[in-house]
């Protein structure tokens, strides 16, 4: 490694006209300076390309890659196709929408300088409202009842975590460029309109990871969101992937992973029951109110007797839905977040 390696930034987009300016500036101001920023605009309709252009004229470092709109569902493809062109060391990954702290790039390139058996450096990030005035929460939890599997010693210990959910935030990862090459880039598949998880799994076989306590930044919460809008979806592609990796574990790796089959399935059925009210949930913000009903109702009559408190919600959501109202109110009442905005 050298001693001021290049760091080459991933950030697809699309229509984020209202969010691409602040990210783009938190690259800027990095106290680190050695870096690329591949910006991959995904046919956007609205100003983001322009904004982006703006940038471009005063600052070489950043690039655009515009390309017809492809979709999430091959996000794999945007992200390889940023690889492709990379020059940098090291790759990290910033979304359109979300931002870094200043000394984000500073304290992992250190990291990698410290640790040569580091493949992949991350950190806690604040959850924000839409505007980014307010941290609603940070993650992954400080008291993680597996925080002492985030270094991923022995390698692969960390699927014990990833095979029911993603601790990472993916706008805190920073990746040998070397790794991600040898599982052949970024991965997607199963359904999932999403990279992270499915790219974490093989690199989780390969090599150790550092967890760094210092906030690293802040992605959005909203209702147009990825997640928000495909909760039940990314929640059965998640459970396919999962099962097919742990039933594929390698030898050497299968000695770390102290997870049973029993308890992955488990966990998902909790996890779908609750994915198909927050399905619910988005839908009335959308006013989509039959839709909505739907969802409530498989969440209201799920198997088993798990979850009183999430059926519930389905309950007082499948009501709302009648007089065609969403469950923001209550939720603001309650001192939750509202994912109307």
């Given amino acids: 490694m050298s001693a001021n390696p290049l760091v080459t930034i991933i950030t697809p987009t699309y229509n984020h006209e209202k969010y691409i300016l602040e990210c783009i500036k938190s690259v800027q101001v990095q106290t680190f300076r050695n870096w690329e920023m591949i910006i991959v605009n995904d046919g956007s309709t609205d100003k983001t390309s322009e904004i982006v252009r703006e940038f471009i004229v005063n600052d070489d470092r950043i ?7 492809i979709g999430i569902f091959r996000l794999a493809e945007t992200y390889n196709k940023a690889l492709s062109v990379a020059m940098g060391e090291f790759v990290a990954i910033l979304e ?3 931002t870094w702290e200043p000394d984000k790039l500073k304290w992992q390139t250190e990291i990698f300088e410290k640790d040569k058996n580091v493949i992949l450096a991350w950190g806690p990030a604040y959850s924000a409202n839409d505007d980014l005035t307010i941290n609603l929460y940070m993650a992954p939890d400080s008291n993680h009842k597996n925080a002492a599997l985030f270094n991923n010693k ?7 975590i990833f095979l029911i959910e993603n601790c990472i935030p993916a706008l805190t990862m920073m990746i040998r460029k070397s790794s991600l090459l040898e599982i052949g880039g970024f991965q997607q598949g199963y359904h999932l309109p999403l990279v992270d998880i499915p790219t974490l799994l093989e690199l989780a076989k390969t090599g150790e990871f550092y967890f760094d306590e210092r906030p690293l930044g802040k992605w959005r919460t909203y209702a147009r969101q990825i997640t928000k809008t495909f909760p039940v979806e990314i929640t059965k592609g998640r459970f396919d992937l999962s ?8 030898g050497n790796i299968k000695a770390n992973v102290t997870i ?4 992955i399935i488990s966990h998902y059925h909790n996890l779908l ?3 198909y009210t927050r399905s619910g949930r988005y839908k009335l913000i959308k006013k989509e109110f039959s839709e909505a009903r739907r969802d409530y109702l498989k969440a209201i009559f799920y198997k088993g007797f798990n979850n009183p408190v999430w ?8 009501i709302f839905s ?6 923001e109110g209550i939720s603001e009442k309650l001192g939750k977040v509202s994912y109307r905005k």
Avoid at 311 to 318: F, K, N, S
């Fill in 63 to 69: 690039k655009i890659i515009d390309q017809e709109n």
């Fill in 243 to 250: 099962m097919q990796k742990f039933k594929n574990l390698p």
């Fill in 154 to 160: 022995p390698i692969g210990s960390i699927l014990n």
């Fill in 96 to 98: 359109g929408d979300d």
């Fill in 311 to 318: 059926r519930l919600r389905a309950v007082i959501g499948y």
């Fill in 273 to 275: 029951q609750i994915a």
């Fill in 260 to 263: 049973t089959e029993k308890e």
């Fill in 322 to 327: 009648f007089f065609h109202k969403d469950v």
